[in-house]
């Protein structure tokens, strides 16, 4: 009866530890995908800004 209670106080730490890790991995993903929005936006900035720019350049003429 001692192991089965030790397997289970075992089993209870194991799985506390786990609760806590898989936490902080939903915390991470979601700072990494806010950043990755931010970074999209910086490029479609970036893009529109570009594409502004070379609307205004004169066309090449022979």
Do not use: T
């Not at 192991?3 to 939903?26: C, P």
């Not at 990494?32 to 594409?51: I, T, W």
């Amino acid at each position: 009866m001692d192991a089965l209670e030790g397997k289970l106080a075992q089993l209870i730490q194991v799985s506390g530890k786990l609760r806590a890790e898989n936490i902080q991995l939903r915390q991470e993903l979601a700072h990494a995908l806010s950043s990755n929005r931010q970074y999209g936006d910086k490029m479609e900035s970036a893009k529109a800004r570009l594409e502004k720019l070379l609307i205004a350049l004169p066309e090449d003429q022979p």
